[in-house]
T-cell receptor
Framework: GAVVSQHPSWVICKSGTSVKIECRSL??????MFWYRQFPKQSLMLMAT?????????EQGVEKDKFLINHASLTLSTLTVTSAHPEDSSFYIC???????????FGPGTRLTVL | AQSVAQPEDQVNVAEGNPLTVKCTYS??????LFWYVQYPNRGLQFLLK??????LVKGSYGFEAEFNKSQTSFHLKKPSALVSDSALYFC?????????????FGGGTRLMVKP
């Protein structure tokens, strides 16, 4: 149980295009989903927290217009990197949590490379 | 505020020897503590957690961790290391009073197990 998937696993795109990453909780309903960014050999940095049906809460320094988050249902959240640039290249990881739950369940990550 | 420190960027150990990966934390209330492992280009895999109860927590793949409240530590241990244990390990903390499930991660420790 408690499986979280991400799609796609890898994406390569040209500078200026937008990329959508999906995060799904496969066997449970996630009241909260989290989006992280990880640079090579570094820790996970929380980008934003989203609750189903409401606007995401972004961490300081994260551009909400650049990284659009939609949490349309209890099993799906999407992160759209708009007008991607090479500096947006990174490993993006989502996780899902349940109300009053102790832990987060992590997706396998999405490697974004912007040329 | 909550924070986590992993003082060692890398730990080297010979196969068959015991290993320890250190973690100290800071929270205003009582902590929930977690250890995750990450293999290259993969998401985080849950190893173990401390919520309450016994200070010694046993987890996946033979790992265990000891919660020490006085030293605010949660070191990860394994009696006999395997080459396949080589990976990146993250300690994470959540303040029990944090209803939003938000985790704070340490910087990560790379474990290298040599044959």
């Amino acid at each position: 149980g408690a499986v979280v998937s991400q799609h796609p696993s890898w994406v390569i795109c040209k500078s200026g295009t937008s990329v959508k990453i999906e995060c799904r909780s496969l066997d449970f309903q996630a009241t909260t989903m989290f989006w992280y960014r990880q640079f090579p050999k570094q820790s996970l940095m929380l980008m934003a927290t989203s609750n189903e049906g409401s606007k995401a809460t972004y961490e300081q320094g994260v551009e909400k217009d650049k990284f659009l988050i939609n949490h349309a249902s209890l099993t799906l959240s999407t992160l759209t990197v708009t007008s991607a640039h090479p500096e947006d290249s990174s490993f993006y990881i989502c996780s899902a949590g349940v109300l009053l739950g102790h832990e987060q369940f992590f997706g396998p990550g999405t490697r974004l490379t912007v040329l | 505020a909550q924070s986590v420190a992993q003082p060692e960027d890398q730990v080297n150990v010979a196969e068959g020897n015991p290993l320890t990966v250190k973690c100290t934390y800071s929270v205003s209330g009582n902590p929930y503590l977690f250890w995750y492992v990450q293999y290259p280009n993969r998401g985080l895999q849950f190893l173990l957690k401390y919520i309450t109860g016994d200070n010694l927590v046993k987890g996946s793949y033979g790992f265990e961790a000891e919660f020490n409240k006085s030293q605010t530590s949660f070191h990860l241990k394994k009696p006999s290391a395997l080459v396949s244990d080589s990976a990146l390990y993250f300690c994470a903390v959540r303040d029990m009073g944090n209803a939003g499930n938000m985790l704070t991660f340490g910087g990560g420790t790379r474990l290298m197990v040599k044959p």
